[in-house]
């Protein structure tokens, strides 16, 4: 059976019982920008300022100043499509989370140096974090109705469903 999207106007949207920025929707939101507040906290613990990684000349430092701008926009850009309820939050969300993966993993790295183990977790950590809510975006029924304004109508069986005809 595949599903079977309808597309509804705005206004129908919003009386739908899974329109709005509730519930896991609501948590993704409070979480991705938690996820911002802890990588600056991670540069506080490491005993750097924003002052001194900006007037540093360390090519560490200066990937780090490149991986903090990235995220600060990757940030202002998913809050923006969230917020505005823009029609693309969904794909825009999901491409900039896989986008980010290489960049939280950097950032764990360059930050808090640890041992080969620890930054391995992390890696595989940051993965299964991004993979969960993409996979949440991509198969939520409020985040269609909220961003798309489209609701699950009722199932419809595609023909590689119906059994064959003699």
């Not at 903090?68 to 029609?87: G, Q």
């Not at 930054?119 to 993965?127: D, E, L, P, Q, R």
Request: with cysteine.
């Amino acid at each position: 059976m595949a599903r079977h999207w309808i597309t509804v106007t705005a206004l129908e949207a919003e009386k739908h019982r899974l329109y709005g920025i509730k519930n896991w929707l609501a948590v993704f939101a409070l979480f991705f920008i938690l996820v911002l507040l802890q990588e600056i906290l991670a540069i506080d613990e490491a005993g750097l300022t924003f002052k001194s990684i900006i007037a540093s000349t360390d090519p560490k430092l200066v990937l780090a100043k490149i991986v903090i701008a990235i995220e600060i926009a990757a940030t202002v850009i998913i809050a923006y499509f969230l917020f505005t309820k823009h029609e693309k939050f969904r794909l825009v969300t999901s491409c900039v989370l896989i986008g980010m993966w290489p960049i939280l993993f950097i950032v764990s790295a360059l930050v808090s140096p640890a041992s080969v183990g620890v930054i391995i977790k992390s890696f595989i950590g940051s993965f299964v974090w991004i993979m969960v809510w993409v996979i949440y975006l991509n198969r939520s029924q409020r985040v269609r109705v909220t961003y798309e304004h489209k609701i699950l109508g009722q199932a419809v069986a595609s023909e590689t469903d119906q059994p064959a005809q003699p």
